[in-house]
């Protein structure tokens, strides 16, 4: 018996035709839908703010107006978190929706997340639930389920537990649905969508322009095949599936609220093409805590690039950091940072690429201290400084940016409850046993490859990588292609490796986790990112690049395996 889930978003703004496409592509029981980062419950909460009624991804409204007859005439199920801040009011509109277009839908949705008013000065703040409040719904005959802040995998643990009858305690089955939540839950991500090894693939014969959606055959025993419906583009492999598996994770233990999955347990094999199996997941307790993402104003922001063309670059950034720094001590904002950027070549054959880029970028919890005053000062070089003087836009008055914080409360505190489509309210107990999160023991390294000759070159030719943010912290996947780069790597990719490779990370905390069934390392780097996406610390806040930086930087490489 076999449980087919799609996935057709990876986030607020992901591609809208999506919907449409996975309910005509192929059969399917079973279509999600995620709308919700850390960013988008910041934008939500904004939103909120200026109209009570709204909080949730409105986009989902507009693409189930053009879908929901389809939904039903193929008997597909849709389970979504786009309820964001508001998943009773999602569910109403829906209703509304449903009723206009004359289509007797059933809709149910999860509360209890929201935990706003128990953290005060939070503009949002909600605790990741698991998926058993949407197994309840689905239980009880909802055609559509609407969350808000859950677990990004609870989009598919939810159904396949509801489908196969597992409960709270089957911790090898709920882990593999979690692995499997996992690698649908950023969409084309797991169908070569941001894929290390594009170039190759787009050599072979692989048309990367327009990645079909991802979706899971799901088994009873918590195994799954990975695969796309047919016909659409992309690719999906053990490197596509294995970059998913370590985006935005750590060590070997991946915990949520129903279930902690050993990612070190995790075993891919090629099923045919474009089908990736997955199998032999085991599951733990979960912890006892759930965690909770907090949202809130950390103050106004400013920026201006100024751009610096030709000969003297390091001298006219100079010129106009002493010159600003004059203005700006006047009334100086709390937070100051410069950035040059040598985006320029000698003796260049276009303006564009003989100028660098010198970025200021001001905090201030007073907007103030962050508008007119740098406007102002900016403004009035613009004849007073280095030869060539220009910037790439005027400074604004400067814009509010938030802060992400993660804290955790015990799994008691959290009231989950599924109202039903009938209007019941169903609580969700709590999980029943738990065990505290610990790293597990470093597995033993492989043998290292034999002495023998080597090669200035770029680490991206023998491994692939994938970054990407938790809160202020990065993480970097790194796996290895063959059994032979892998022996190299896990003996070459140290810590005290990584810091040398990227500057940034050298005076962070590093960790380093390794996981030889991927034939991968996973490092996290504590406090890059500063306070989050929102709050926009450096160039890349999201250490979207992170990994491709990494894969760029050089290193004596084995000739076998180049």
Not at 177 to 200: D, I, K, P, S, W
Not at 291 to 301: A, Q, S
Not at 354 to 364: E, F, I, Q, T, Y
Not at 428 to 433: E, G, I, N, S, Y
Request: aromatic share 6%.
């Amino acid at each position: 018996m076999t449980l087919r889930i799609g996935n057709a978003s990876g986030f607020y703004g992901d591609r809208f035709d999506a919907l449409r496409e996975m309910l005509t592509g192929g059969e399917l029981d079973v279509l999600t839908g995620d709308y919700l980062a850390e960013l988008t419950m910041l934008i939500l909460g904004r939103d909120r703010l200026k109209d009570p009624g709204a909080g949730y991804a409105r986009t989902f409204l507009r693409q189930l107006e053009d879908c929901l007859g389809l939904a039903r005439e193929s008997g597909v199920r849709i389970v979504t978190n786009a309820g964001g801040l508001n998943p009773a009011g999602l569910a109403d509109a829906v209703r509304q929706l449903a009723d206009r277009l004359g289509i007797p839908v059933r809709v149910a949705h999860v509360e209890g997340d929201d935990l706003t008013a128990a953290h005060p000065g939070s503009l949002a703040a909600h605790a990741y639930l698991g998926g058993f409040g949407i197994a309840e719904c689905l239980r009880a005959g909802a055609d559509i389920v609407v969350t808000g802040r859950v677990t990004d995998a609870a989009l598919v643990t939810g159904p396949a537990a509801a489908h196969f009858g597992w409960g709270p305690g089957e911790y090898d089955r709920l882990a593999g649905a979690v692995v499997a939540g996992h690698v649908l839950e950023c969409g084309t991500q797991a169908t070569g969508g941001n894929y290390a090894f594009f170039a190759e693939a787009g050599a072979a014969g692989r048309d990367l322009r327009r990645p079909g959606f991802p979706l899971a055959e799901l088994h009873e025993d918590g195994s799954c095949v990975i695969t796309k419906h047919p016909g659409t583009g992309g690719l999906v492999d053990v490197g596509t599936v294995t970059a998913q598996l370590l985006y935005e994770t750590g060590g070997a233990r991946y915990a949520g609220p129903d279930v902690t999955a050993r990612l070190d347990t995790v075993r891919l094999s090629e099923d045919g093409p474009d089908r990736v199996r997955i199998e032999g997941v085991r599951g733990e307790a979960p912890p006892p805590a759930l965690k909770v993402g907090r949202n809130r104003l950390g103050g106004f922001r400013n920026e201006v690039v100024f751009v610096l063309t030709g000969l003297d670059i390091e001298a006219k950034a100079a010129l106009v950091r002493e010159q600003m720094a004059e203005a700006l001590a006047k009334s100086p904002p709390q937070e100051t940072r410069w950035e040059l950027v040598r985006t320029d070549r000698p003796d260049a054959d276009t303006e564009e690429t003989a100028s660098a880029l010198l970025r200021l970028v001001v905090r201030d919890r007073d907007q103030e201290a962050v508008g007119r005053a740098l406007s102002g000062a900016a403004v009035e070089l613009a004849l007073a400084s280095y030869p060539g003087f220009h910037v790439l836009a005027p400074p604004g008055k400067g814009s509010p940016y938030g802060v992400f914080e993660d804290v955790y409360v015990p799994q008691g505190d959290v009231p989950h409850v599924a109202v039903l489509h009938d209007g019941r309210r169903i609580p969700v107990p709590p999980a029943r046993d738990t065990l505290v999160l610990q790293d597990p023991p470093q597995p033993a390294l492989p043998e290292p490859l034999p002495a023998g000759p080597v090669r200035r070159a770029p680490l991206g030719l023998v491994a692939g990588a994938r970054s990407g943010d938790k809160g202020g912290n990065a993480n970097v996947g790194v796996w290895a292609r063959s059994d032979e780069a892998w022996r190299w790597v896990a003996h070459t990719l140290t810590v005290d490796a990584f810091r040398h490779l990227l500057p940034e990370s050298r005076e962070l905390a590093v960790t380093r986790h390794l996981l030889p069934n991927l034939r991968a390392v996973n490092f996290t780097v504590a406090g890059i990112l500063g306070r989050g996406v929102a709050a926009q610390h450096r160039f890349d806040p999201q250490a979207k690049a992170l990994g491709e930086w990494l894969r760029s930087r050089h290193l004596d490489i084995p000739e076998a395996l180049l």
